[in-house]
């Protein structure tokens, strides 16, 4: 093909109509850094022109297939600034609903629960598949096992439970002994084969504040009895 004569007003005139309608002679923003940018990529490429052998001059299809890669450099950018501009929406949505779950109770994995004075202690189990013999257990702060919560049958899927705090041990007159309020953790189990299985426990817990942490990093939730906790955890919100 013919190489390109940069002395020629129709070429250059041409020229100048190519890169217009591939948007690569619009100003850009200056690069900062080491960083060279599409306006820096035209400089060389004029360089380029200028410079080039009389004897072995550059043919337009060398032109144009460097115009394409410029092109195609700013496609890419153009996506990667859509993408972090996505991500940093999805971060505030995050941040938004993380925020507004302060004060809140929620449903988390864990084992250990806390009892306020008076209140209930609430949990779930995960069943992975139906079973005819559920049981909760429920342990003291010295391991000692002070109440088991006999749920029966139950079907696959998440199970929930209550402990009203009463224990299985009564007093010498026979009335029933409430637990004291403190740190107390769950185990769950199943017959499986005529063999007791254990399961995946839930507890109930209250989220006391959140940190959104650096751009790029999930949000964080501290949680009264879990402590530390990331929001994709939160199986559900009570």
Same mark, same amino acid.
């Given at each position: ?14 020229m100048q109509a190519t890169l217009?309608?591939? /948007? ?21 490429? !004029? ?12 043919s337009n299809g060398d032109f ?30 995050? =941040? ?6 302060? /004060?809140?109770?929620? !449903?988390?994995?864990? &084992? ?5 004075? %008076? =209140? ?11 079973? =005819? ?8 702060? $010295? ?12 079907? +696959? ?12 041990? &009564?007093? $010498?007159? %026979?009335?029933?002994?409430?637990? =004291? ?7 769950? +189990?199943?017959?499986?084969? /005529? ?17 959104? %942490?650096?751009?790029? +990093? ?21």
């Amino acid at each position: 093909m013919d190489g390109i004569n940069t002395k020629d007003p129709a070429q250059l005139k041409q020229m100048q109509a190519t890169l217009d309608n591939l /948007g690569l002679s619009k100003p850009t923003v200056a690069s900062k850094g080491k960083h060279l940018g599409q306006k820096d990529f035209m400089h060389l490429m !004029l360089a380029q022109m200028n410079h080039q052998d009389p004897m072995k001059p550059m043919s337009n299809g060398d032109f144009i297939s460097q115009m394409a890669q410029f092109s195609s450099v700013k496609g890419l950018k153009d996506i990667k600034d859509s993408f972090n501009t996505l991500a940093t929406s999805l971060q505030s949505s995050q =941040a938004l609903q993380a925020s507004s779950m302060v /004060g809140r109770s929620v !449903l988390v994995p864990g &084992k250990a629960v806390g009892l306020a004075a %008076g =209140a209930e202690l609430k949990g779930a189990v995960e069943i992975p598949a139906s079973t =005819a013999n559920l049981k909760v257990n429920i342990y003291d702060a $010295a391991g000692e096992l002070v109440k088991t919560l006999d749920l029966g049958s139950q079907q +696959e899927g998440v199970t929930h439970f209550n402990w009203d705090g009463v224990m299985d041990k &009564k007093a $010498a007159d %026979g009335t029933n002994l409430k637990a =004291a309020a403190g740190k107390y953790s769950i185990r769950a +189990e199943m017959l499986t084969d /005529g063999k007791p299985q254990a399961l995946n426990t839930l507890i109930t817990d209250k989220v006391q504040s959140v940190s959104l %942490g650096k751009p790029g +990093e999930p949000v964080t939730l501290y949680l009264a009895t879990a402590g530390k906790t990331g929001l994709a955890e939160i199986k559900q919100i009570m």
